[in-house]
């Protein structure tokens, strides 16, 4: 049998990570401490059973299912902060906050400047090979923006090697106008290079240079009467203005930034991401979160940030929240460490950044709403 109070005295004053078990054996909670002693006393004491306020019962009820616990020592609270959401991910214990949705890997748009005549294709999976990716993007807008790069810039798409051997013929794709043709030696490494130089400006969000070169071409067909040609322009250019004017919502910063807000119901919570590239909105995403026992938005928030970031290859170097989490600075230190370079963690009170994140909050409770939950705000007090 296992013996809870005795258990308690052993449990020592060091950051670590607890797991709660039920009469299974099944681990039903997972939490972190800076003081292992403390934290899990905590649950335990009379004083938090008989509270009857709405954490109280929370915690009263959990409390009620444990049999017993077990614990793993770790030398700092950041590293307690990293064990504890692989265990969650490893175990996924009915008493944490758990996000349903599996959309962490993101797409991004790779191009491969590390090869000869550069592709440009979709990927999932963003490593260290010396080329260049751009996004992440949604699902519809990575096909919009793929779909209009290709149709106006004519990269090749196969997989061949290079150099090609000298009899090499064009593709299909150079005969229906999709590709120059750099296998069989009909475009030039210069003119290539002019190619990407476009796309890059294009994906970087970069569009005014790419605008006024397709007027300029679009000009100089239609005075040499290759009407067709400049039609088929002008259609581009009406599509890049259209992604532009989707995407004109500026941060002043100009830089990568993710805004996030949070809204509540009875057992599920729902999360809206607004993703900014290089300073433009380009798209956003609702994520929908299991909250059992009607945890409070500050650890909620901060636990969907540890699991939606935990799995992304991407991580901006800004996130601007609606509402604070709970150990902010620590979720800052660990987003840093995976990312290699310095990650904020913003709540603003005023300013372009206080818009964004109430827009965002704005459309987290339209979305949420959407799913016919009633709506209940909870404050966070934690035992």
């Not at 203005?241 to 500026?250: A, G, N, P, V, Y």
């Not at 995403?285 to 059992?292: D, Q």
């Not at 609606?322 to 300013?351: C, E, F, H, M, Y």
Request: net charge neutral; hydrophobic share 40%; proline share 4%.
């Amino acid at each position: 049998m296992f013996d809870i109070p005795s258990e308690l005295k052993k449990l020592p004053q060091k950051p670590g990570v607890y797991l709660m078990k039920d009469t299974n054996g099944e681990v039903i909670y997972i939490g972190k401490a800076i003081n292992l002693r403390s934290r899990v006393r905590q649950y335990f004491l009379e004083s938090t059973v008989d509270d009857h306020s709405l954490a109280g019962a929370k915690t009263a009820h959990l409390v009620g299912h444990i049999t017993e616990f077990e614990y793993i020592v770790t030398d700092t609270e950041l590293e307690a902060l990293i064990l504890e959401r692989n265990l969650i991910k490893k175990h996924t214990p009915k008493y944490n906050i758990l996000l349903k949705d599996d959309k962490n890997l993101y797409p991004y748009l790779k191009l491969t400047v590390n090869e000869n005549f550069p592709r440009l294709f979709m990927t999932r999976r963003h490593i260290k090979d010396k080329a260049k990716y751009f996004g992440p993007y949604t699902s519809g807008a990575i096909k919009q923006t793929l779909s209009l790069a290709h149709k106006i810039w004519p990269l090749r798409r196969c997989d061949k090697k290079f150099p090609t051997p000298s009899n090499s013929r064009p593709c299909l794709n150079y005969h229906i106008g999709l590709c120059k043709a750099p296998c069989a030696g009909l475009i030039s490494e210069e003119d290539y290079a002019l190619l990407l130089e476009a796309v890059t400006d294009f994906l970087e969000g970069n569009r005014k240079p790419v605008i006024a070169k397709l007027e300029k071409q679009m000009s100089d067909y239609a005075e040499n009467l290759e009407f067709e040609k400049a039609a088929e322009l002008r259609d581009s250019l009406a599509a890049v203005r259209q992604l532009d004017d989707q995407q004109k919502i500026e941060s002043a910063g100009g830089t990568d930034q993710d805004v996030i807000a949070l809204e509540y119901g009875s057992t599920d919570a729902l999360s809206q991401v607004f993703f900014v590239r290089g300073g433009k909105l380009i798209g956003r995403e609702n994520f929908m979160i299991s909250v059992p026992n009607e945890e409070c938005a500050e650890k909620t928030l901060g636990e969907f940030i540890k699991q939606f970031y935990g799995d992304n290859t991407f991580i901006p170097k800004e996130l601007i929240l609606a509402n604070d989490i709970a150990d902010r600075q620590l979720v800052a230190q660990w987003l840093s460490s995976l990312k290699g370079q310095q990650v904020s963690i913003t709540v603003p009170q005023r300013g372009e950044k206080l818009k964004l994140a109430q827009l965002a909050q704005t459309n987290a409770e339209l979305a949420f709403n959407n799913f016919g939950e009633q709506i209940y705000v909870f404050l966070c007090i934690t035992p």
